[in-house]
């Protein structure tokens, strides 16, 4: 394959320029002629493809040097490849099992030859289809709480946390699209947005909701600034894949360094999204049960992250923050405990203002959901996002006021049972 | 000058090193043989030369490849010369005239020619010998909202931001420095450490006391993380240079992105400690009314900071934070007054905290303050450094919930009425 200038590839072309790869032909066959290739790409950005052959399957995926899903008007780089492989490499050591296995590499083609999981399917498709998946909760609980602790000043070597911060610092384009698309465009008639027509009254409302502003805002400042660890930076349902036993997250092209706050809040902001579109999936059954399973992963995954968080800061706090010999080393324990009171309850008000601002763009902004987008009607759409959009303006705003999940997650089932169904 | 390897200058070899560029022989004179120099290096880490000429006078500043107050036993990066060329140039644009004009820089060579000043002196051995200067409250709260607004997202360019603080990322043996000296070996037993041997009850108390070594970590959490802004990242009284028109701020090479409130703390930090430091002053004569001097320049400076930093919000803030399109382009002035209260009020709290933190590690730490170590007795030595010390440790432990500097000075005013005077 020719290192030279950037090609898109093709199912047509794609057998004759990765057979040569030893690492692509070691996985899926020699022969190139027996390798059947499907694209698959159903995402916003780049080619995906999906290469079969007699040794086995790999999934090869290729940034576009423009947003797939709008054409050459918006550019975006292709080095954004060069981030998610990074981001890959780094995720694998520090979760190991959490992420795809990468078996090749090549920057110039922007292109990550990785594994092909199957019978994996998105998280989001399984919630829209009322399943209850046993062990995401748990996985992705610790897939947080280890990366994001292990990529910090709690953990690393401090130099070769600057050094890596200043590599994804470059990252900036796919950053702009969260700074604008989540944090700003949502809270004012900006040209990409759109939302369910009956919103109107709701969206004006929260349109000139001034707490709600300077709260979104600040939150846009939080992820702008605090560069404490590597985050995923798109940890939605539809950046994961799962089968009953086995959970892994994928697509991690956004990673910088930011808040420990940003990908737990996203995460969770996603799984409520999931709770109050459940009313529009009702037609093959109730979605009762469904909807305890979601509040149920939410209160286990932040269950979770916290214990294992905490676990990690009492076992693998070898950085420069915090550090031993203040506390543990002259005999006081507790300073270490209070510390870390300190940081989680920091993560946990910051975790409710990403969330509740993730709410307001999926609804209000360009990128929506499938969770409620495939709810055809849009009297009963509009009804589930409205109190979504409550949800997610009241968590925001009272952030620092939320005593616990049980108390907002008793919330959410007031407002789902009082939204209007026009 | 050979651009080759690094050498340093002597007294003997800079005439014919320099005089062959142009801008450094427009300024001295074009006749090396008529150059008188001297090293006038007293700071801890460089050679500092002042070049006289028939025309005029040129500071010669040079980095070595190690700190000159320790030996090459303390290796340090000869690239600070290269942060503090690109410190001096950011803070000339965005506060012009407060820093010496940069007439030449050779990376290679780790060496900087800027602006002799004169007749300046050093304001803390102006403050030393009870000099109250007219102008610095003003000038440096000027230059401390200039340079901090100016230098991040509230104004710059996101990617013109994030390009910089990739080349700022790379500063991390002068960060190193701060991280381990002011927020962590004052609070226990390090090697470097050193202090009145009078205080021992006390820093024994300090370095017990739980919520004090908490707080100090937290501040190093954001020292480290919250990459806000270009910093100065030594602002204390020893980096700034005045005559009574006049003031001026060198010494730049701890520059970094950081939080908004740490030169802010430095500074007033150091301005505490010339307040606790009159009393082993006073041989000369009362120092009544300088400590009422420097209880107002506290006040001032910070008044002026914030009410330059207002003043920017409302008619520089072109960042992509707390956007006008969200506030004022929809009517709603009082939302970007609103958020601006939020920032100040942070700003305001961590401040606190940094100062805190500073007025330690001065006392308790590696680099102490003239200010305190010229007084000889030091029974009246330790009772001065003990009254900064308790007043530190309350203002770094309660500073959410100090209202005003009016408040603080007068603990202060407190403090340093009943210091033990043994």
């Known amino acids: 394959m020719q290192k030279s200038s950037f090609q898109p590839l093709t199912v047509e072309t794609l057998p004759a320029r990765l057979s040569t790869i030893a690492a692509v032909a070691d996985k899926v066959g020699p022969e190139p002629e027996r390798w059947t290739v499907q694209e698959v790409g159903d995402g916003n950005l780049n080619l995906v493809f999906i290469v079969d052959g007699e040794k086995g399957s790999v999934v090869v995926k290729q940034a576009l040097p423009y947003v797939r899903l709008v054409g050459d008007s918006w550019p975006l780089p292709l080095k954004r490849s060069f981030f998610e492989y990074h981001a890959l490499t780094r995720q694998a050591e520090r979760a190991p099992g959490t992420v795809p296995a990468v078996y090749y590499f090549d920057e110039a083609q922007a292109l990550i030859v990785m594994e092909y999981l199957s019978p994996h399917i998105i998280l989001r498709r399984a919630l829209i289809k009322g399943e209850e998946l046993p062990k995401i909760a748990e996985d992705l609980g610790l897939f947080m709480a280890r990366t994001l602790f292990r990529g910090s000043d709690l953990h690393m070597e401090t130099r070769a946390r600057k050094t890596d911060l200043a590599l994804f610092a470059d990252n900036t384009e796919l950053c702009d699209i969260t700074e604008n698309l989540v944090f700003t465009d949502p809270y004012f008639d900006a040209p990409m947005n759109r939302h369910t027509p009956e919103l109107d009254p709701l969206v004006a409302e929260l349109r000139a909701d001034r707490d709600l502003k300077v709260e979104a805002q600040r939150m846009k400042h939080l992820f702008a600034s605090k560069a404490e660890t590597l985050v995923h930076g798109d940890l939605h349902t539809g950046s994961v894949m799962v089968t009953g036993e086995d959970t892994r997250v994928i697509d991690p092209e956004f990673a910088f360094y930011g808040p420990i706050a940003f990908d737990v809040g996203m995460l969770l902001a996603n799984y409520w999204m999931a709770f109050f579109s459940q009313k529009g999936h009702e037609a093959g059954g109730s979605r ?123 919330l959410a089932q007031q407002l789902d049972e009082s939204a209007a169904v026009s």
């Open 288 to 410: 009762a049960s469904m909807r305890a399973y979601l509040l149920k992963v939410i209160e286990e995954t932040w269950t979770t992250f916290r214990a294992e968080f905490a676990r990690l800061w009492r076992t693998e706090r070898t950085g420069m923050l915090y550090h031993r010999s203040l506390y543990e080393d002259q005999g006081d324990t507790l300073a270490a405990e209070q510390a870390l009171g300190h940081v989680l309850h920091e993560v946990w008000t910051d975790m409710l203002g990403f969330a509740g601002v993730e709410m307001h763009r999926r609804i209000l902004g360009l990128a929506h959901n499938a969770d409620f987008e495939e709810i055809e009607d849009t009297g009963l759409r509009a009804g589930c996002e409205a109190a979504a959009l409550r949800f997610g303006r009241h968590i925001a705003v009272n952030r620092r006021h939320i005593a616990s999940l049980a108390e907002i997650n008793h």
